[in-house]
């Protein structure tokens, strides 16, 4: 029932006249987020001079005036007088305030489709409109908005359901400032005492400062300027001074909190790569089994398989790789060899859509750091029950390649199958058995050569780069392990990932599974000139890696310029790549079932939602390399200079390929200096966190 006559709406405080009625009368004008009381004490032209209750005389414009009921008692006179009656006058009305229930008003009024003087309101609420109660009223719905809509000087009760979700954003917004003071309490905490333990509450707001400090670009501002006002709010009360970037202040505020350290890579952070599994996926890896002995498999597995664990199959990786996925073996035959390339099968133990699966398919890849290595799959499947270690029955996926007694391939199975490894090599013991003349590696050696040359024949294009490799030690020191690609060990091994991928591409084709073929244009060919002006070394390879294409992706087998092959897919490393594992799913369902896992379209759409997630991983891992490469530099004797190759003058600043690191970085260089020239550099200033590094040539 309406409480209010109808037509009542229209404000009994308009704007007050600058007339003299308005001396002695009380009123209230807001300064930012404070209502201020005042006494009008005289008029001055278009303005109103008024004593505040603060004590200060104001001269201020009548339209930024309330005026409140009544007016100073009888017989005021003089600023202190006036000052001391508002002040008593102040306490009522804060009283008044501080005990009305708004929610109370609202329940009263609500049903009123329509805005409500302060009057009206108090009428309604007190029965009368005295001053005190008047003015308190008008404080607590100013500072109160949940249940009234403000319109200048009248307020109009808001819809129940409106009320509700605002009810919910005020108590979001309360809880985030708790958890904000609660963060910076313990930022206050930690300095004093190290051992504080960061509190649950606070894990957001950190993560929160983590994204300011990797520099991410939300698509959601209001989270970038809650993550920026946290950093502000943070230093100022722990009066940290705000002159530097914020993304450098909200890192030390992360050391601070020892949530970060010298070493942290923010790439990590700012490419959203999860560092650890979920707890869901962490369950199924720990509850797998792996049968220890073929006959111990499920009979749907014995089914489908060969049992190859007679080979003497055996593993070549660094000394250091955990994660071992791809295995050889060597058969003589009555007129050749058979060469088995033994890939460890991911898909019997990560089922479609499991934890594991949805895991696996988020990362898109393995990410290698110095300090770690951040896992497609929980470490206890990656490093341990799917990987091909010795004496252990592992299902793969084998590509068994007939090859003549002068090493020509003259046909190739592709087969489910059950291996054991015999005995695991590091690519130096492979070399140095090389060297002793192993007659089985000798053997694929020479069949690694003869596919390397078929290859080059059909265009092949080979290109010769460096790369160092960097590790973090215990006593946090960066060592590097220089990597050799044109060493025999490793381009063995190279040259029997590529064949089998390229036999599984064929196999593919030949029996319509839908695989993702990769492919890749001729590169443009350098003038004449160009070609004569690049002497040989670095500045050709670097030259030469600029010009190649960016490989492509289809469903139909396409040209691969760079490995000069008619059809190729990825399908080695199931352990580490997402779409490897697919590829996986493809080929052995086609021998459980005679048909694909999945249709070209599904496998397209799969694809394009591993796509996101593969490039961010490419490119943290690109950045965390070069991360870690920095920090060697970083620790490298300041004093001791390092050569480096001008592999680019095309630019303002000269580009150079540094010795060790094997990594280009801008560098002057003195004038007139030739494209190709090595010399000795000093490193004048660097910072890896911002890939910040200044290289002078050293004189003489």
């Not at 890192?251 to 350290?261: I, S, T, Y």
């Not at 078929?454 to 392990?481: Q, T």
């Not at 970083?634 to 190759?645: F, H, P, V």
Request: one cysteine or more; glycine letters at 6%.
């Amino acid at each position: 029932m309406a409480i209010f006559p109808k037509g009542s709406s229209k404000s009994p405080n308009p704007k007050p006249p600058a007339a003299d009625p308005l001396v002695g009368s009380f009123v209230q004008y807001e300064d930012n987020a404070a209502v201020v009381l005042a006494v009008v004490v005289a008029t001055k032209k278009e303005k109103l001079a008024v004593l505040n209750v603060r004590g200060r005389e104001l001269d201020l414009a009548a339209g930024r005036l309330y005026v409140l009921p009544g007016k100073e008692p009888a017989g005021t006179g003089g600023a202190a007088a006036r000052l001391e009656a508002m002040k008593a006058l102040q306490a009522r009305i804060d009283a008044e305030a501080e005990k009305l229930n708004v929610a109370e008003l609202w329940s009263f009024v609500h049903e009123e489709a329509r805005a409500l003087s302060v009057a009206e309101l108090c009428k309604a609420y007190f029965g009368s409109d005295e001053v005190a109660a008047h003015a308190g009223l008008r404080v607590a719905l100013i500072r109160e908005r949940v249940h009234f809509k403000r319109d200048r000087d009248l307020f109009e009760p808001r819809a129940p359901g409106v009320v509700e979700d605002l009810q919910r954003a005020e108590e979001a917004k309360r809880k985030k400032a708790q958890v904000r003071a609660a963060t910076i309490e313990f930022l206050a905490q930690r300095a004093k005492d190290p051992s504080v333990r960061v509190p649950a509450e606070t894990l957001d707001s950190f993560r929160l400062m983590e994204e300011v400090a990797a520099g991410i670009q939300h698509t959601d501002p209001a989270r970038q300027k809650e993550g920026r006002e946290l950093v502000h709010a943070a230093c100022d009360a722990l009066r940290i001074p705000q002159h530097a970037h914020i993304e450098k202040q909200a890192f030390e505020l992360l050391v601070a909190a020892g949530m970060c350290n010298e070493d942290t890579n923010l790439s990590l952070i700012r490419h959203g790569i999860p560092a650890g599994h979920d707890s869901a996926a962490l369950e199924q890896a720990a509850l797998l089994e792996v049968p220890q002995a073929v006959a111990d498999f499920p009979a749907h597995e014995r089914a489908v398989r060969q049992d190859l664990t007679a080979l003497k199959a055996f593993t070549i990786d660094d000394a250091s790789t955990q994660d071992m996925d791809d295995a050889l073996s060597l058969e003589q035959t009555h007129d050749g060899w058979e060469l088995g390339i033994h890939i460890t099968d991911v898909s019997w133990a990560i089922l479609p859509e499991s934890a594991l699966d949805r895991a696996a398919r988020r990362r898109a890849t393995s990410i290698y750091c110095a300090d770690r290595t951040i896992n497609m799959l929980p470490e206890a499947l990656s490093d341990g029950k799917l990987s091909l270690q010795p004496g252990a029955v592992r299902p793969c996926l084998s590509v068994l390649v007939s090859c003549s007694s002068v090493f020509e391939i003259t046909g190739s199975r592709v087969v489910p199958s059950f291996i054991k490894v015999d005995r695991r090599l590091t690519y130096d013991q492979v070399d140095a058995l090389l060297e002793e003349g192993d007659a089985t590696l000798l053997t694929i050696h020479d069949i690694a050569a003869a596919c390397e040359a078929g290859r080059i024949r059909n265009g092949a294009v080979r290109v010769h780069k460096r790369e160092a490799v960097p590790f973090k030690e215990p006593d946090g020191s960066i060592r590097l392990l220089e990597i050799d690609e044109d060493g025999p060990a490793r381009l063995l091994v190279s040259e029997m990932m590529v064949l089998a991928n390229r036999l599984m591409a064929e196999f593919a084709a030949s029996k319509g599974i839908p695989v993702l073929y990769r492919g890749q244009e001729r590169p443009e060919e350098p003038a004449p000139a160009q070609r004569a002006e690049t002497p040989e070394g670095p500045a050709k390879d670097f030259s030469a890696r600029t010009k190649l294409k960016k490989s492509t992706v289809t469903f139909e087998p396409q040209h691969h310029s760079g490995l000069g092959l008619d059809a190729y897919i990825q399908a080695t490393s199931p352990i580490r790549r997402y779409l490897d594992l697919c590829h996986q799913r493809q080929f052995i369902s086609y021998f459980r079932e005679q048909r694909p896992w999945v249709t070209r379209r599904e496998l397209e759409e799969i694809f394009h939602e591993v796509d996101s997630c593969l490039q961010a991983a490419t490119l943290a891992s690109r950045e965390t390399r070069r991360f870690w490469l920095m920090r060697y530099l970083e620790q490298r004797d300041r004093s001791s200079l390092i050569a480096g190759t001008v592999v680019r003058l095309d630019l303002k600043t000269p580009l150079v390929e540094l010795d060790e690191v094997y990594i280009t970085v801008f560098g002057r260089v003195p004038k007139g200096t030739p494209l190709g020239a090595r010399l000795l550099f000093r490193i004048t200033a660097i910072d890896p966190r911002s890939e910040l590094i200044r290289l002078e040539a050293a004189q003489g």
